[in-house]
């Protein structure tokens, strides 16, 4: 069983829609929550990241982390095309040298 | 400022071959990641560096060597290369000591072994 599971889609959805892309996680260390945004053959570029449970907004996009039932969720509203790319959850511990865990990686594609 | 750099942008190898890949770190960032990410795939951790040592290894066989410079530039090297191995090889770097040590990371090199 991997650490992080999410879904890789991909999921389609038309503009102005309300996105929910999901994780599940396995290590109770976890503490460090993250979004990356990934264009095709760039590199992953951060978009938030929460520190232990609870919810965080920045602007159109809210993530929620729920670690007693180790969930973790992005919430993008009135989607545009130009979120059209691939989403990573990522991972990690609070303290040392801290290794990012990431999951799959889930294809989001938003029509005009 | 210069965010995360890497060289080259893409590579082909063939089998049994080496490689070296280089990064350079965000302007004042001291520890540099390696990650590989195959296709469809999440990146993978294969290292950490901070000053010159490897702090931290993934689950990568010794083929998979590194080095961190004084600049805090840094070398990811693969040995003795497998198809296996094609692959985007992404560099994140951050600075130790904040509370949270955010990974920046580059556009990667785009490895393939033929």
């Known amino acids: 069983q991997k650490e992080v599971e999410q879904d890789p889609g991909p999921l389609s959805v038309p503009e102005g829609a309300i996105v929910s892309l999901n994780c599940t996680y396995s290590?109770?260390?976890?503490?460090?929550f993250m979004w990356y945004r990934q264009y095709s053959r760039k590199g992953p570029e951060l978009l938030m990241y929460?520190?232990?449970?609870g919810n965080k907004e920045d602007g159109r996009f809210t993530a929620q982390v729920d670690k007693s039932s180790k969930y973790i969720s992005l919430f993008i509203r009135d989607s545009q095309p130009s979120d059209s790319a691939t989403y990573l959850c990522?991972?990690?511990?609070?303290?040392?040298?801290?290794?990012?865990?990431f999951g799959t990686g889930t294809r989001l594609l938003v029509s005009p | 400022d210069a965010g995360v750099t890497q060289s080259p942008t893409h590579l082909i190898k063939t089998r049994g071959q080496q490689v070296t890949l280089r990064c350079s770190p965000k302007?004042?960032?001291?520890?540099v990641s390696w990650y590989q990410q195959a296709l469809g795939q999440g990146p993978q951790f294969i290292f950490q560096?901070?000053?010159?040592?490897?702090?931290q290894r993934g689950n990568f066989p010794d083929r998979f060597s590194g080095h961190q410079f004084p600049n805090y530039s840094s070398e990811l090297n693969v040995n003795a290369l497998l198809l296996g191995d094609s692959a985007l090889y992404l560099c994140?770097?951050?600075?130790?000591?904040?509370?949270?040590?955010?990974?920046?990371f580059g556009p990667g090199t785009r490895l393939t072994v033929l």
């Open positions: 990522a991972m990690s511990g609070a303290t040392g040298f801290q290794k990012l865990v």
């Open positions: 560096y901070y000053e010159e040592e490897e702090r």
């Open positions: 290590n109770s260390a976890f503490q460090y």
């Open positions: 929460t520190y232990s449970s």
């Open positions: 994140a770097s951050s600075l130790r000591g904040v509370s949270y040590n955010e990974q920046f």
């Open positions: 302007s004042g960032h001291d520890t």
